[in-house]
C-alpha cells in the first residue's frame, strides 16, 4: 500500500499547549510550523515559574482529575498523559524533577525555568519544526490547503491541511495572551463564552477599621463558600482578600456573581478548633476580650479587626457570638480582580463547539488546544498540567489519525 504524504500542520501560539503538542507530533507524518505573534514562544510559561516553577501536583492522578472543571477532552487527555507521565517525559529531555513538602512538582534545585524552556525548545528544534515568529492571526480558516497570516505587516499564505489554535486565554496580555481571537470565532459562528477571571483575588468594600491592615496575612485560616472548605494563607489588600484560599473559590463565587450583585464567603479562623473549644477557651478566662483573642487564641492584629468589622460592640462582648463569629465569618464579596491579573481564565471555546478530539466541528481539521477552551483547574501545577495533557494527547492523536 502506497505511504500518505506528508501533511501540513500549522500551530497557532506558542505557548505550552502548543509546545507540547509540537514535541509530540511525528516529524516523519507532518511538517509542522509554530506560529508566535511574538519574538519568542513561551513567554506564559516563564511566568509560570516565578516565585517556584510548580510544574504539576504528584497526587493520585484519578483524585487529581476530579479538580478539573472542563469538556471530557480534558479529562481524557489527563488520564493519556499523566502527572507522572510528564515527569517522565522532562526526564528525557533532561529536566529532573522532585516533590516537594505541598506535593507540588517542581525541577530539582538549580535548574532555572529558563532551562526548562531551552530544554523543550531544543526538542523542538530536533523534530526539525519551523518556527514563524513576530506572525498574526488575523480570524482566517483554511482555505484551498494553506491559511492566511500577517507576518511583520505582509500577508503571507502557509500551506496548512490542519490548523491548531494554541492563542491561550484572557489573561496576561504581556505574555502575548490577550483573548483578542474570540470575536473571530463567535463571527464564524463557533460557539463561545465570554472570558471572566479565574484563580483571583476576590473584591471587598472594607470598613475603615481594616484599611490600615491593608497588605497583611492571616496565617493558617479556611475559607468556605457552599461546600467548598479550603485551607491556606489569606492576604487582605486594599481591593479585597488574595492568597491560594481565595483563588480557588474565584470559580464558583464567579459563576454566581453573574446574576447576583454579592456573594458572601466565611472565613474560619481557627480551622484547627471546633466551634466547642473556641468556646470553652473565651469562656473560662477573665482576660479583657482583644487580649485573649491575641494571647489564648493567637490571633493577629489583623483577624481582630476583620472579627470588629463583623460585629457590634454587643456582639463582640458576648462569648457564644464572638465564638460563632470566629469560626464562620462572612465576607461580602462584591466581585472579582480585573482579568488582566488573574491567574488563569474561564470562557472561551464551549465543549460543544468541539469534537473529543478537540476538532471544531464546523470547521473540520481545525482544533482548539489550552486556555483557548472553557475550562478550570486550581493552582498548583493543575493548570500548566491541564495544557501540557491537551498538547499531548492530541499530537498523539493526530500521528494515530494520519497513519490509519
Same mark, same amino acid.
Not at 486565554?169 to 463561545?192: M, R
Given at each position: 500500500?502506497?505511504?500518505?504524504?506528508?501533511?501540513?500542520?500549522?500551530?497557532?501560539?506558542?505557548?505550552?499547549?502548543?509546545?507540547?503538542?509540537?514535541?509530540?507530533?511525528?516529524?516523519?507524518?507532518?511538517?509542522?510550523?509554530? #506560529?508566535?505573534?511574538?519574538?519568542?514562544?513561551?513567554?506564559?510559561?516563564?511566568?509560570?515559574?516565578?516565585?517556584?516553577?510548580?510544574?504539576?501536583?504528584?497526587?493520585?492522578?484519578?483524585?487529581?482529575?476530579?479538580?478539573?472543571?472542563?469538556?471530557?477532552?480534558?479529562?481524557?487527555?489527563?488520564?493519556?498523559?499523566?502527572?507522572?507521565?510528564?515527569?517522565?517525559?522532562?526526564?528525557?529531555?533532561?529536566?529532573?524533577?522532585?516533590?516537594?513538602?505541598?506535593?507540588?512538582?517542581?525541577?530539582?534545585?538549580?535548574?532555572?525555568?529558563?532551562?526548562?524552556?531551552?530544554?523543550?525548545?531544543?526538542?523542538?528544534?530536533?523534530?526539525?519544526?519551523?518556527?514563524?515568529?513576530?506572525?498574526?492571526?488575523?480570524?482566517?480558516?483554511?482555505?484551498?490547503?494553506?491559511?492566511?497570516?500577517?507576518?511583520?505587516?505582509?500577508?503571507?499564505?502557509?500551506?496548512?491541511?490542519?490548523?491548531?489554535?494554541?492563542?491561550?486565554?484572557?489573561?496576561?496580555?504581556?505574555?502575548?495572551?490577550?483573548?483578542?481571537?474570540?470575536?473571530?470565532?463567535?463571527?464564524?459562528?463557533?460557539?463561545?463564552?465570554?472570558?471572566?477571571?479565574?484563580?483571583?483575588?476576590?473584591?471587598?468594600?472594607?470598613?475603615?477599621?481594616?484599611?490600615?491592615?491593608?497588605?497583611?496575612?492571616?496565617?493558617?485560616?479556611?475559607?468556605?463558600?457552599?461546600?467548598?472548605?479550603?485551607?491556606?494563607?489569606?492576604?487582605?489588600?486594599?481591593?479585597?482578600?488574595?492568597?491560594?484560599?481565595?483563588?480557588?473559590?474565584?470559580?464558583?463565587?464567579?459563576?454566581?456573581?453573574?446574576?447576583?450583585?454579592?456573594?458572601?464567603?466565611?472565613?474560619?479562623?481557627?480551622?484547627?478548633?471546633?466551634?466547642?473549644? #473556641?468556646?470553652?477557651?473565651?469562656?473560662?478566662?477573665?482576660?479583657?476580650?482583644?487580649?485573649?483573642?491575641?494571647?489564648?487564641?493567637?490571633?493577629?492584629?489583623?483577624?481582630?479587626?476583620?472579627?470588629?468589622?463583623?460585629?457590634?460592640?454587643?456582639?463582640?462582648?458576648?462569648?457564644?457570638?464572638?465564638?460563632?463569629?470566629?469560626?464562620?465569618?462572612?465576607?461580602?464579596?462584591?466581585?472579582?480582580?480585573?482579568?488582566?491579573?488573574?491567574?488563569?481564565? #474561564?470562557?472561551?471555546?464551549?465543549?460543544?463547539?468541539?469534537?473529543?478530539?478537540?476538532?471544531?466541528?464546523?470547521?473540520?481539521?481545525?482544533?482548539?488546544?489550552?486556555?483557548?477552551?472553557?475550562?478550570?483547574?486550581?493552582?498548583?501545577?493543575?493548570?500548566?498540567?491541564?495544557?501540557?495533557?491537551?498538547?499531548?494527547?492530541?499530537?498523539?492523536?493526530?500521528?494515530?489519525?494520519?497513519?490509519?
Amino acid at each position: 500500500m502506497k505511504p500518505k504524504s506528508k501533511e501540513s500542520i500549522v500551530i497557532i501560539g506558542g505557548g505550552p499547549a502548543a509546545m507540547m503538542l509540537a514535541c509530540t507530533l511525528d516529524p516523519i507524518l507532518f511538517d509542522v510550523t509554530i #506560529v508566535e505573534k511574538g519574538k519568542a514562544i513561551g513567554r506564559k510559561f516563564l511566568v509560570a515559574g516565578k516565585g517556584g516553577f510548580n510544574l504539576t501536583h504528584s497526587e493520585d492522578i484519578d483524585k487529581m482529575i476530579e479538580k478539573y472543571e472542563g469538556p471530557k477532552s480534558l479529562l481524557d487527555s489527563l488520564s493519556s498523559f499523566t502527572n507522572n507521565d510528564l515527569r517522565h517525559w522532562l526526564s528525557s529531555i533532561g529536566i529532573e524533577t522532585y516533590i516537594g513538602s505541598s506535593k507540588r512538582v517542581f525541577p530539582i534545585k538549580g535548574i532555572k525555568p529558563i532551562a526548562v524552556l531551552r530544554a523543550i525548545k531544543k526538542e523542538i528544534e530536533r523534530k526539525g519544526i519551523t518556527l514563524l515568529k513576530e506572525t498574526l492571526w488575523y480570524g482566517s480558516f483554511i482555505e484551498n490547503s494553506s491559511i492566511q497570516l500577517l507576518h511583520k505587516e505582509k500577508n503571507i499564505s502557509l500551506k496548512a491541511d490542519k490548523v491548531i489554535f494554541a492563542l491561550g486565554g484572557g489573561s496576561w496580555k504581556i505574555t502575548g495572551s490577550d483573548g483578542c481571537w474570540l470575536p473571530h470565532f463567535k463571527k464564524n459562528n463557533v460557539a463561545t463564552l465570554p472570558f471572566r477571571p479565574s484563580n483571583c483575588a476576590m473584591c471587598i468594600n472594607w470598613p475603615e477599621n481594616v484599611k490600615v491592615h491593608f497588605g497583611k496575612p492571616i496565617k493558617n485560616i479556611a475559607l468556605t463558600y457552599n461546600d467548598t472548605y479550603i485551607k491556606g494563607e489569606m492576604m487582605v489588600t486594599k481591593h479585597g482578600i488574595e492568597g491560594s484560599p481565595a483563588y480557588a473559590l474565584s470559580y464558583y463565587v464567579g459563576n454566581e456573581l453573574e446574576s447576583k450583585k454579592s456573594i458572601t464567603v466565611f472565613v474560619d479562623l481557627k480551622p484547627s478548633l471546633s466551634l466547642e473549644k #473556641v468556646n470553652s477557651i473565651l469562656s473560662k478566662s477573665h482576660k479583657k476580650i482583644s487580649k485573649l483573642l491575641r494571647d489564648e487564641l493567637s490571633l493577629s492584629s489583623t483577624a481582630v479587626a476583620l472579627i470588629k468589622s463583623a460585629t457590634t460592640r454587643e456582639e463582640f462582648n458576648d462569648v457564644k457570638l464572638l465564638t460563632h463569629c470566629i469560626k464562620k465569618l462572612p465576607l461580602s464579596i462584591i466581585g472579582l480582580e480585573e482579568i488582566d491579573n488573574a491567574i488563569s481564565t #474561564v470562557g472561551g471555546i464551549k465543549s460543544t463547539a468541539m469534537d473529543k478530539h478537540f476538532e471544531l466541528i464546523n470547521f473540520p481539521n481545525h482544533y482548539t488546544i489550552g486556555e483557548m477552551i472553557n475550562w478550570n483547574a486550581p493552582t498548583g501545577g493543575y493548570l500548566l498540567q491541564g495544557c501540557l495533557s491537551m498538547g499531548y494527547a492530541l499530537g498523539k492523536y493526530l500521528n494515530r489519525k494520519h497513519q490509519i
